[in-house]
């Protein structure tokens, strides 16, 4: 993560939340995810939300979601729960993810949240949901660790 | 994974092993494959390689490999290990990645291997390196489980 | 995990569900659990908890509880949770913790549910949380797969 | 890990590195390791060996080691090997563990190495393995994330 710097130059910090429209300039300074089309409908460290209208590149070869598009969604929507703890300048240093079932619908959805943060590490989980005419259906879950990194290695 | 029906329409299963050649069919495929830009440059149980150009829409907003495409690659690569030892129906379950450090350079290579199979499950691991101009560099590591799905499944 | 065989030798199955006390005695069956001094407090898929009263020689030498006991309640509340949707012969296949904090205090306290349940196989996860003085608190996360064993398999 | 403090009370780090009689102290300075009758047979950063004896207090009900008995080796030899690279003042953050096969033999052992470490964190690995009458057999593999703390916490 990242964001614009603030006209001041201050990092906000965990003190001074980072406002959804921060987080999706953040975002979408993300070429990847731009080339995904992800988008963020939540950000908060309780509840962060990035969707992902499951167009065809998106897919593998029987129709389904791709395993490694919602490996994506699940570490992008945990280092944005851990941002909202930790400030803008953090990483995913590690997760794990259980594919549930396979996912064929219209949106692949994250939600994130952290489940215990301290000042320099955060461990967050994700549940996935992939949503049809049908409604919304558990497709995936994570749990990983987000870790800040020093105010100078922020550009 | 899956592939090309063969022309007798039999399941090659792990005793009749993919050739790389049909192994690259398969992820060539894959519609997220093709827009990542994956190639597959080995292929057997004890030696999968998927390699993918670092191009700069797979970046993040610092100029480094997002994370999400690096966990694409650990579960694909995971994945083929996977097929080579269970045959082509098969998808992932659940893996595990640890990333070692931010990802700059030229080509990212996923390396995958059977660390023990069943005959319906097979556990793998996957190291993954950049590639640049002073050689190569280990940069993110991932274990997970990949199992065969019956036959009525496969298209 | 296993069972006392029931009076006709009928395997109860996720459809005849595992009462409280036959879980018991099933967690009483496994030598290491009574090594532990692990009890069970609560049995079904939604909430499973398991409680280790944390003496002595369950510690590490800075007087915290050690990782490997957290880690061990952590496996058998997922087991359990797994029995308690998929039916008594069980075995956990893969997890991952992730602690949150030094354990100090009078009691650990597992607790474990389903996140997804096929018909052969569970996604679990687990909370844990340490009891002293001054409350609960939460102390480690998990997130496992727990897969069903044919009736053969069981004695 | 911890060690008995050095007669003047200096920190050996990782560049003063712990001798295989020191780290046997430290195992033996943790009950739950005495308990279980952990052994460490060998101590460096790309190669710590653990090994337990499998009496049968160790057993669950089928006669088989514990899962959760696996997973204490799993977690205390990736910490040595993590302390191996880091010092003595190291815990594990988080570990994944596969299980591959049911456990019955003489002894459990586990072999640790640090897959890459930076000067506060190790990821380690771990292939844990049954020796009996017929040989050694692997029976779980493990991934795990190694942390240093500050010396201020070490007693």
Same mark, same amino acid.
Request: hydrophobic share 50%; proline share 7%.
């Given at each position: 993560? #990242?964001?614009?710097?603030?006209?001041?130059?201050?990092?906000?910090?965990?003190?001074?939340?980072?406002? !959804?429209?921060?987080?999706?300039?953040?975002?979408?300074?993300?070429?990847? #995810?731009?080339?995904?089309?992800?988008?963020?409908?939540?950000?908060?460290?309780?509840?962060?939300?990035?969707?992902?209208?499951?167009?065809?590149?998106?897919?593998?070869?029987?129709?389904?979601?791709?395993?490694?598009?919602?490996?994506?969604?699940?570490?992008?929507?945990?280092?944005?729960?851990?941002?909202?703890?930790?400030?803008?300048? @953090?990483?995913? $240093?590690?997760?794990?993810?259980?594919?549930?079932?396979?996912?064929?619908?219209?949106?692949? @959805? $994250?939600?994130?949240?952290?489940?215990?943060?301290?000042?320099?590490?955060? @461990?967050?989980?994700?549940? !996935?949901?992939?949503?049809?005419?049908?409604?919304?259906?558990?497709?995936?879950?994570? !749990?990983?660790?987000?870790?800040?990194?020093?105010p100078a290695t922020e550009?």
């Open positions: 993560m #990242s964001r614009p710097a603030a006209p001041n130059g201050h990092n906000p910090g965990p003190d001074m939340p980072i406002a !959804l429209d921060d987080a999706r300039r953040i975002l979408d300074s993300q070429p990847f #995810s731009r080339l995904l089309g992800a988008e963020l409908t939540a950000f908060a460290a309780d509840a962060v939300e990035l969707r992902i209208p499951l167009r065809p590149e998106l897919l593998q070869q029987f129709g389904f979601a791709h395993g490694g598009l919602i490996a994506y969604a699940a570490d992008n929507a945990l280092t944005f729960a851990g941002g909202a703890a930790l400030g803008p300048s @953090v990483l995913t $240093a590690e997760f794990k993810i259980n594919f549930l079932r396979p996912v064929k619908g219209e949106v692949l @959805v $994250a939600r994130a949240a952290v489940v215990h943060a301290g000042r320099r590490q955060a @461990v967050c989980r994700c549940e !996935l949901f992939v949503q049809d005419d049908a409604g919304e259906h558990a497709c995936a879950v994570a !749990l990983g660790t987000i870790v800040a990194f020093g550009a």
